[in-house]
C-alpha cells in the first residue's frame, strides 16, 4: 500500500522460496520479516514476524510462502520488507549469501488516524414546512486504519451560501441519530436518512448540510472537514 498506519496494523507477504541447488531442500526454515529503511537485514532493524517452515523443494524449483505480520512501532518514514531465510544458519546449503531479499518498493509508514467525512446528495427541490424529506449521506474514512464507532449523522438547513461548517451555529435542525459506522481505509457507507423540516422553518430557499460526529473514542485527524452542503437548495413552500 501507499500508506498505512502504525503499530499494530496487519500486513500480509508473499515470501518465494527458490532452491538454486543440486539436491532437493528439505527440513524445517525459518523465515524472518523485517522493516529495514535502507533495504538490507540489518540488527537494528524492526522484526515483523518470524516464521517456522517445512520445506521440500526439488532443485530449480519454488515455493511460495504467505506471511500475515503485525507493523511493529516504528518511527514515521519510508521502509522495505526484507525477508531472510535461515537467519541462524541451521539449514546446509553451498550459499549463504543469498538469503536476504527485500520488497521492490518501499511502504510508507505514519501514525494511525481515522479522518472521516461526509457527500451529501440531492434531495427534492420543494418542500413544506412540517413536511417529510429524505436524503442520503456518504460517510468517509479517509484514514489509514479503520474507523468503528457509533456515529452521530446531523442535517440543518442553512440560508443558501452559508459555509457548511457554520451549520450548527446558523443552520436550522432538521436531523440527529446515531448510527453505527465500521469504514475501511479509503471507504465510504451510504446512509439514508428520512425527517421531517421544523413546522416553524421561515419560507424560502435552503442548503442542507450533513455532518458526522465520530466521538473521541475514534481519535480523528481532522474534524474540521466532517461537514458537507448538499449539490441542490431546497425551497421551502
Excluded: C, H
Excluded at 71 to 79: A, I, Q, T, V
Excluded at 109 to 115: G, I
Excluded at 117 to 129: F, W
Amino acid at each position: 500500500p501507499a500508506a498505512v498506519g502504525g503499530a499494530g496494523v496487519v500486513g500480509r507477504a508473499t515470501v518465494k522460496v527458490y532452491n538454486l541447488g543440486l539436491d532437493t531442500a528439505r527440513g524445517p526454515l525459518a523465515i524472518q520479516l523485517r522493516f529495514s529503511a535502507n533495504g538490507t537485514a540489518d540488527l537494528p532493524d524492526a522484526v515483523a514476524a518470524d516464521v517456522a517452515a517445512t520445506i521440500k523443494i526439488k532443485p530449480g524449483a519454488a515455493k511460495s510462502f504467505k506471511v500475515k505480520f503485525t507493523y511493529p512501532d516504528l518511527p514515521e518514514g519510508s521502509y522495505f520488507l526484507v525477508a531472510e531465510l535461515d537467519p541462524l544458519a541451521v539449514l546446509t546449503e553451498t550459499n549463504e549469501a543469498n538469503n536476504v531479499a527485500a520488497s521492490a518498493t518501499a511502504v510508507r509508514v505514519s501514525r494511525a488516524y481515522v479522518d472521516v467525512r461526509t457527500r451529501l446528495g440531492a434531495t427534492a427541490a420543494t418542500a413544506q414546512a412540517g413536511g417529510p424529506a429524505a436524503a442520503a449521506v456518504v460517510v468517509y474514512n479517509d484514514g489509514n486504519v479503520p474507523a468503528a464507532a457509533t456515529m452521530t449523522v446531523r442535517v440543518w438547513a442553512v440560508p443558501v451560501g452559508t459555509p457548511a461548517a457554520e451549520a450548527p451555529a446558523v443552520g436550522a435542525p432538521v436531523y440527529a441519530a446515531p448510527v453505527k459506522l465500521v469504514l475501511p481505509p479509503g471507504r465510504g457507507r451510504t446512509v439514508k436518512l428520512k425527517f421531517a423540516f421544523p413546522a416553524d422553518l421561515a419560507a424560502g430557499a435552503y442548503d442542507l448540510v450533513a455532518s458526522v460526529d465520530a466521538g473521541a473514542a475514534v481519535g480523528e485527524l481532522d474534524a474540521a472537514n466532517n461537514a458537507s452542503s448538499g449539490p441542490t437548495a431546497v425551497t421551502i413552500g
